[in-house]
C-alpha cells in the first residue's frame, strides 16, 4: 500500500471509529438524565448532570496531560483506551449503581421499561467497542530510511530512546506554551467566546433534551422527542459545518458575519425556548412537570429550536478553530488545548448548575456569556490581520 493510500485508509479508519464512539456517547448524553431520573424511584439514586459535570471536567483537566501521555504510549494505544473508559460508561446503564456510574464518570474524562432500557445500552455499549476495536485497523506509517544489515540493534534501540526522550521534550514544551499563551490578550478574549461555546454545548446535549422529556403536555411522545430533537440538532450542525466550513476559505467579509448570525440564531432559539418550555423543566421530577410557560408547549417549536441549537454552535465553533489555527498556524497545538480546557470547563460547571437553576436562569446565563462572547470576538478578529504581521506575543513564548 503506497503512503498516500495508508493515510487515505487511516483517515477513514478513525472517521468511522470516531462515528461509532461519539453516536453510542452523545445519544446516551443526550438522554442520560431523563433515563437516570426514571431509575430514582427505585434503589438507585443518582444524577445525569453530575455524570456529565465529572466527565467535562476530568477532560478539562486532562487536557493540559494528554500530550506526555500518547507522548509515551503512542496515539494507537491511547485511542484505543480511551475508547474502552468511554464503552464502559455506557455500559454501566444497564444495570447501574451509583458508584460504578461516577466511576465510569470520571474514567471517561480522561427512557423506558426495565428491559427495553438494557436493550438500548446494551446495543450502544457495542456500538462503541465496534469503533473502538476500528483503532487496531490503523496502519503505520513506513519509515523514511530502512536499516541495513550491517547496522547494529543497538543503533536502533538509540534511535527509538531519542525518538521517546524527543516526545516527551515536546509535550513538555506544549505544557508550557498552553499556560504562557492562555494569559496572553487574544486568547483571554477567545476564551470568553469559549466559555458561551461550553455553555450552550452542555445546553443542547444534555439539559435541552432533559426539558423536551419532562413536559408532559406533550402527551405520550415526549420521550421519543428527545432522539428527534437529537436528530435535528445534529442536521443544523451539519448544515452549519459543511456551509461555513467551506465560506470561511473564500469569505472575504471575515468571520464576524458567520459568529454575529451564530449569536443572532441562538437569541431567537433561547427566546422561543422561553416562551414555549416551564422553568422547572430542567429539575422535573420523574413524573414530569405540567406547568406551562407563556404559550402552550408546542412540539414543533421545540424541534426548531432544536435546529436552531444546532445551527448556531456551528457557526460559533467553525470561526473559534478558524481564527485559532489563523493566528497560531505555526505550532496550533497549545491554542487548541488552551480551547479545549476553557470549554470542557464551563461546560462541567454548567452540567453542575443544571441540577439546581430553574431553565430562564440557565437561559440568561447563556444569553450574557453569548453577547460579550461575541464582542470578545469581535475584538480579535478586528484586529487578527495586524496580530499576524507583527507575530504576536506567541512566537515569543
Not at 474514567?107 to 473502538?132: P, Q, W
Amino acid at each position: 500500500m503506497s503512503p498516500e493510500s495508508k493515510k487515505l485508509f487511516n483517515i477513514v479508519v478513525l472517521g468511522l471509529a470516531f462515528m461509532f464512539m461519539f453516536t453510542a456517547f452523545q445519544t446516551c448524553g443526550n438522554v442520560a438524565q431523563t433515563v437516570i431520573r426514571s431509575l430514582n424511584s427505585t434503589d438507585f439514586h443518582g444524577s445525569g448532570y453530575t455524570s456529565m459535570a465529572i466527565i467535562y471536567g476530568v477532560f478539562s483537566a486532562s487536557n493540559l496531560i494528554t500530550p506526555s501521555v500518547v507522548a509515551i504510549v503512542g496515539p494507537q494505544i491511547s485511542m484505543f483506551v480511551s475508547g474502552l473508559f468511554y464503552s464502559m460508561y455506557i455500559a454501566v446503564f444497564i444495570q447501574p449503581f451509583p458508584w460504578s456510574f461516577y466511576t465510569a464518570s470520571v474514567f471517561i474524562g480522561m427512557a423506558a421499561a426495565e428491559s427495553d432500557r438494557r436493550t438500548v445500552f446494551i446495543a450502544l455499549t457495542v456500538i462503541s467497542l465496534v469503533g473502538t476495536v476500528l483503532f487496531f485497523l490503523i496502519r503505520k506509517p513506513d519509515p523514511e530510511n530502512v536499516l541495513g544489515e550491517d547496522e547494529s540493534c543497538d543503533d536502533q534501540d538509540m534511535e527509538v530512546t531519542e525518538s521517546a526522550q524527543n516526545n516527551m521534550t515536546k509535550a513538555v514544551d506544549a505544557f508550557r506554551k498552553s499556560l504562557k499563551l492562555f494569559a496572553t490578550k487574544e486568547m483571554l478574549l477567545l476564551s470568553i467566546t469559549t466559555a458561551y461555546t461550553g455553555l450552550e454545548l452542555t445546553f443542547f446535549s444534555g439539559v435541552y433534551g432533559t426539558c423536551i422529556g419532562a413536559i408532559n403536555k406533550f402527551g405520550t411522545q415526549e420521550k421519543s422527542l428527545i432522539g428527534l430533537s437529537g436528530i435535528f440538532i445534529g442536521i443544523g450542525e451539519i448544515l452549519g459545518g459543511s456551509l461555513f466550513g467551506l465560506l470561511s476559505k473564500n469569505n472575504r467579509f471575515g468571520r464576524n458575519p458567520v459568529v454575529l448570525l451564530g449569536i443572532l440564531v441562538h437569541l431567537v432559539a433561547f427566546y422561543l425556548i422561553f416562551l414555549n418550555m416551564p422553568g422547572d423543566a430542567p429539575i422535573a421530577p420523574v413524573e414530569g412537570t405540567d406547568s406551562s410557560s407563556y404559550i402552550r408547549p408546542s412540539k414543533e417549536v421545540a424541534i426548531l429550536c432544536s435546529f436552531l441549537l444546532g445551527l448556531g454552535d456551528s457557526c460559533f465553533n467553525t470561526q473559534l478553530l478558524s481564527i485559532l489555527g489563523f493566528l497560531y498556524s505555526e505550532d496550533s497545538a497549545p491554542a487548541f488545548a488552551v480551547f479545549k480546557f476553557v470549554q470542557s470547563i464551563c461546560a462541567a460547571l454548567a452540567f453542575f448548575y443544571s441540577n439546581y437553576l430553574l431553565l430562564h436562569w440557565q437561559l440568561l446565563v447563556m444569553v450574557i456569556f453569548g453577547f460579550f462572547g461575541t464582542i470578545s470576538f469581535f475584538t480579535v478578529e478586528w484586529d487578527a490581520a495586524a496580530i499576524v504581521a507583527r507575530g504576536s506575543d506567541y512566537q515569543s513564548i
